[in-house]
């Protein structure tokens, strides 16, 4: 049973950081593309930073460059999202999520969310 578990979620002021993680098991975790997403109050999730499987690469979203850092620790199974120098509109509920590849199927999975609010 696949579950992807975040934490580190919480009220900060402007200009502050959080680091996020995201627990995952039942799947092989180091073979998967992890990604986190966020999705604030009236709009739809986006795109926030990936870590690829092989060789660690990573994108962003260009709201996030320079601020955010994406990091994974294949063996303790876990993901994070380091968040700098963090704006009002930062606030939004940050999923994480797994690309499982298990040829030949591509599987989606998504985790529970976690609050995350910038705030003077």
């Known amino acids: 049973q696949v579950q992807l578990v975040e934490s580190g979620g919480g009220l900060v002021q402007p200009g502050g950081s959080l680091r996020l993680s995201c627990a995952a098991s039942?799947?092989?975790?180091?073979?998967?593309?992890m990604s986190w997403y966020r999705q604030a109050p009236g709009k739809e999730r986006e795109f926030v930073a990936r870590?690829?499987?092989?060789?660690?690469?990573?994108n962003y979203a260009d709201s996030v460059k320079g601020r955010f850092t994406i990091s994974r620790d294949n063996a303790k199974n876990t993901v994070h999202l380091q968040m700098n120098s963090l704006k009002p509109e930062d606030t939004a509920v940050y999923y994480c999520?797994?690309?499982?590849?298990?040829?030949?199927?591509?599987?989606?999975?998504w985790g529970q969310g976690t609050q995350v609010t910038v705030s003077s």
């Open positions: 999520k797994a690309v499982v590849i298990t040829l030949p199927t591509v599987t989606d999975y």
């Open positions: 039942g799947f092989t975790f180091r073979n998967s593309v």
């Open positions: 870590i690829l499987s092989v060789g660690g690469s990573t």
